[in-house]
């Protein structure tokens, strides 16, 4: 067994996180990896010494890692699926930033994680990825995304118009400032701040919500995973921005792009006694009365 470990290259010092997982692999006989970039931040700005193997890639990763441990928050966790991709590698968050919803694991229980790892005491939540299509070398072979899918005006101070369809079927033309297609996942994220409902994340279905509508009556609607959406944008500008996640690229106007799901799935570990209800109270307050 292989654990690899993946952190950011920030100001953020985890050597001390380092050094905890590497001291209880060392003592249960398994082996530690750990992202090539961060372990060179390590040692040039904290004299981080441990002998430790790396990976500086997808493909690396993907042959040597059984686990991946993400050190950081959300946005650290997102950028995990571009490496492990379709390999089907389960990870594990470690929250060391801020809110931590899918980073569920608290940063000073990670020995008693760790250790729950090791004897396998945890399920999988296989998480639904969006996959575009329509937009070549915008993302490269990484064209999908576990939160969501974003539509939004460039540089201009106009909104945008984005023809929607279904399988094929008018749904709306959305004028407004973007457009978000969510995963459940992506539920609690930036669609949640616009607006869109909370689903569970065994959900199969996508959220379409607008970014400021100047329509009143246009709301977020769910529509089922199975489905393809198409778009086509146009607007004053002559390009507009788009994003899978935290990764962004340009599309000129009138491009059509189009979204489904994506034909594989993200593994995330879930530990004894961790839930998704539990994690939506405890991290996003949501349904406590401060009266009370």
């Known amino acids: 067994m292989t654990i690899a470990v993946y952190a950011r290259s920030t100001k953020d010092n985890h050597s001390a996180y380092i050094e905890q997982i590497y001291t209880i692999l060392k003592t249960e006989k398994v082996d530690l990896i750990i992202y090539e970039p961060y372990y060179t931040f390590l040692k040039e700005n904290y004299n981080f010494n441990l002998p430790i193997d790396t990976f500086s890639n997808s493909e690396e990763l993907i042959s040597k890692g059984s686990y991946l441990i993400c050190l950081g928050g959300d946005g650290t966790m997102l950028e995990t699926v571009a490496y492990v991709k379709n390999s089907g590698i389960p990870v594990l968050g470690v929250n060391t930033g801020r809110l931590g919803f899918l980073a569920s694991v608290n940063k000073d229980d990670l020995t008693k994680a760790l250790l729950q790892l090791l004897k396998e005491q945890f ?170």
């Open 123 to 292: 399920t999988l939540d296989k998480r639904e990825l969006i996959e575009i299509s329509g937009c070549a070398n915008c993302f490269n072979d990484v064209n999908y995304a576990l939160n969501e899918f974003t539509i939004h005006k460039k540089d201009s101070s106009a909104m945008i118009n984005i023809d929607t369809y279904i399988d094929g079927v008018f749904l709306n033309s959305y004028f407004a400032d973007g457009l978000i297609v969510s995963t459940p996942t992506g539920s609690t994220a930036y669609s949640l701040s616009c607006g869109g409902p909370i689903m569970m994340p065994d959900s199969d279905n996508f959220i379409i919500t607008p970014i400021a509508p100047h329509n009143l009556t246009v709301r977020p609607i769910v529509v089922s995973n199975n489905k393809k959406i198409s778009f086509k944008v146009s607007g004053r500008s002559d390009s507009f921005n788009i994003a899978l996640d935290s990764r962004s690229a340009q599309i000129p106007s009138n491009s059509e792009i189009l979204i489904k799901k994506a034909n594989f799935r993200i593994n995330l570990i879930n530990l004894e006694g961790q839930h998704f209800f539990t994690t939506l109270r405890n991290k996003m307050m949501w349904g406590l009365d401060k009266r009370q």
